[in-house]
């Protein structure tokens, strides 16, 4: 587990500070793979640094395990760093190793015999798909692949704690598919796993649970399945947004969100029979999220009839619905 408290990091010049994380808390359990989502200068690249022990924090605590590694000694943090792996967003590999030396360097900063940990950096290899790679150099390997020995190397160590930087942003489609059902099979209990990214789908595809990250803060935080469960939410526009559409319908605009089995249920065919009216959908989107799907529809409510009254209905069918309005969309 890492436990992160009122997390602070300050750059300092003579002439201002700026404050990189404002306050950030996090708890993650180990078992579970935790989102971090922003936009550039959010203050992502900082807090993967400061969770590494790469930068020292300004102020808060980062608990592993148990063990505060802001106020660690010098020789304990460097013990306990080595229970932290770490994937760089372009693999960081060392272009004069090979790749199985590449695997190996965490070992051998530890001190463990060269024997033994050649042995394991080919396990890890093997474990990542790249077991005839082990005898070649970084140069001659894909950006996937070296990003799959930058995992390998990651592990060396058996790690507490797993953070992924950026772990797909310069791959294509297909590599990045691959990389995503590697990091999904890296699960396992005593791990938790974190992954800082700006892609959306990453999120979708892998998280438990996710944070959104704005100006060094977290403003939203929580369970996936939480946190798309309700319109309002930033999280939930941002997974179940629905994509740009035209609208040639005239009416009001009502937005109806469902989940699990009632997501498969003709919820917009039951609510025209109770109004009398027929309802058109103009927009949506479906999406399966840790093991749950979730539907997100726009609707087009006819001139002359009630569009609160139709909201009041879909909610009594345990969906949330709102207006667009009330959403920030533009209804006109």
């Known amino acids: 587990m890492i436990t992160v408290v009122d997390l602070v990091k300050e ?3 003579k002439r201002r500070t700026v404050r990189a994380l404002d306050g950030v808390s996090l708890t993650v359990p180990a078992g579970r793979i935790h989102g971090i989502i922003g936009h550039s200068g ?65 070992l051998e900063i530890a ?31 894909s950006g996937g692949m070296q990003q799959r020995v930058g995992i390998a190397r990651a592990l060396a160590v058996d790690p507490d704690v797993l953070l992924f930087d950026e772990p ?13 059902e590697l990091i999904t099979s890296l699960r ?5 796993v974190i992954v800082i990214t700006h892609e959306m789908h990453v999120v979708k595809e892998i998280c438990d649970s996710v944070s959104l990250l704005e100006h060094g803060r977290i403003v939203e935080s929580g369970p996936l399945t939480d946190v798309v469960s309700t319109l309002d ?5 941002m997974l179940l947004g629905i994509p740009p559409h035209e609208n040639d319908l005239e009416g009001t605009l009502v937005d109806v969100l ?28 479906v999406e399966h999220l840790a093991g749950t ?40």
Request: aromatic share 4%; with cysteine; proline share 4%.
């Open 188 to 192: 396992r209990p005593d791990l938790a």
């Open 42 to 106: 959010a203050g992502k690249s900082t807090l993967v640094r400061c969770l590494a022990m790469l930068e020292k924090p300004t102020s808060g605590s980062i608990v592993i395990q148990d063990k505060d590694m802001t106020t660690a000694t010098a020789i304990n943090l460097r013990r306990a760093r080595r229970r932290i792996g770490l994937v760089f967003q372009h693999g960081n590999l060392f272009d004069s190793r090979t790749v199985v030396h590449n695997v190996a360097y965490p």
């Open 11 to 13: 750059y300092r010049s």
């Open 258 to 285: 469902s989940r699990g089995s009632q997501a498969n249920q003709p919820l917009i065919a039951a609510t025209s029979r109770l109004i009398g009216a027929e309802l058109a959908i103009v927009g949506g989107s």
């Open 293 to 332: 799907t979730f539907s997100h529809l726009r609707i087009a409510v006819p001139r002359g009839v009630d569009a609160r009254l139709v909201v009041e209905k879909f909610k009594e069918q345990g969906a949330d619905a709102a207006l667009t309005s009330e959403l920030g969309v533009d209804d006109a």
């Open 168 to 180: 797909t942003s310069a791959l294509d489609p297909r590599t990045t598919g691959e990389i995503l």
């Open 111 to 141: 001190g463990v015999p060269r024997a033994e940990r050649v042995a394991r950096a080919r396990e890890l290899l093997a474990l990542v798909g790249l077991a005839d790679a082990a005898d070649i150099y970084p140069s001659q390997l």
């Open 233 to 237: 939410g930033r999280l939930s526009q």
